[in-house]
C-alpha cells in the first residue's frame, strides 16, 4: 500500500529566511503525483504545488519549489523568503490511479517567527 | 473561496445520533470527494463519487453512507455515531475522477463533536 511520511511534526523558521520541509512516501508504481497542501488555521485545505513523477523538473510556485528525488522516493518542500501568513500545517499528498483520491502525511506545523 | 460549500460549519451531537453533512461541488465539477480529518488518524480518504455513481472506497466505516445526487451536490450520513467520530469531515470536487492534472477543490469542513 503507498504511504507518505513526514518526519517533522513541527518546524519554525525566521521571518525572510528559508524553510524545507521533507516528505518521503513509498509506492510501487511509476507514474504517480505529489502535491504539497496549506492548511491555515481556517482549516481551508490549499494546494501550494503539484509534481508530476515522470517530469524530471522540479515544480516552482513563486516562493515555493519542491526536490524532488524519484530513486529515493523523497519530496521535500521548500518555502523562500518565509512570511508570516507562510505559517499553517503543510501535508505532503500522493494520488495514483484514475480514482484520483490523496493519500496524506500526518503534517508539518510551520511557525514563522517575525 | 475554493467553491466548494459544506454545511453545516459546526455540528456537536451525542453518541449514538446520526448526523447528514452535506456538500456542493463547484460549478462544473462531476466528481466528489469525502475526507476526515482527526488527531489521530490524519487525514483519511473516506468515499469517491463520480457523476451520481461510488466510484472508489477508502476507511469508510459500515456506519458510514454517502450519496451524489443528480445535482451533483454529495452527503455523507454518520450514524449510531462514537466519540471516536469527533472529527474535521472535508469534502472536495474535481473535474474528472482523479487524473492528476486536475485540481481538487476542498470546502471548508464540517466540525462534528460527538459527546
Known amino acids: 500500500a503507498q504511504t507518505v511520511t513526514q518526519s517533522q511534526p513541527e518546524m519554525s523558521v525566521q521571518e525572510a529566511e528559508t524553510v524545507t520541509l521533507s516528505c518521503t512516501y513509498d509506492t510501487s508504481e511509476s507514474d504517480y503525483y505529489l502535491f504539497w497542501y496549506k492548511q491555515p488555521p481556517s482549516r481551508q485545505m490549499i494546494l501550494v504545488i503539484r509534481q508530476e513523477a515522470y517530469k524530471q523538473q522540479n515544480a516552482t510556485e513563486n516562493r515555493f519549489s519542491v526536490n524532488f528525488q524519484k530513486a529515493a522516493k523523497s519530496f521535500s518542500l521548500k518555502i523562500s523568503d518565509s512570511q508570516l501568513g507562510d505559517a499553517a500545517m503543510y501535508f505532503c499528498a500522493y494520488l495514483w490511479g484514475s480514482q484520483g483520491n490523496l493519500i496524506f502525511g500526518k503534517g508539518t506545523k510551520l511557525s514563522v517567527k517575525p | 473561496d475554493s467553491g466548494v460549500t459544506q454545511t453545516p460549519k459546526h455540528l456537536i451531537t451525542a453518541t449514538g445520533q446520526r448526523v447528514t453533512l452535506r456538500c456542493s461541488p463547484r460549478s462544473g465539477d462531476l466528481s466528489v470527494y469525502w475526507y476526515q480529518q482527526s488527531l489521530d488518524q490524519g487525514l483519511q480518504f473516506l468515499i469517491q463519487?463520480?457523476?451520481?455513481?461510488?466510484?472508489a472506497k477508502g476507511n469508510i466505516l459500515e456506519r458510514f453512507s454517502a450519496q451524489q445526487f443528480p445535482d451533483l451536490h454529495s452527503e455523507l450520513n454518520l450514524s449510531s455515531l462514537e466519540l471516536g467520530d469527533s472529527a474535521l469531515y472535508f469534502c472536495a470536487s474535481s473535474v474528472a475522477p482523479g487524473t492528476g492534472n486536475t485540481e481538487a477543490f476542498f470546502g471548508q469542513g464540517t466540525r462534528l463533536t460527538v459527546v
Open positions: 463519487y463520480y457523476n451520481g455513481e461510488e466510484r
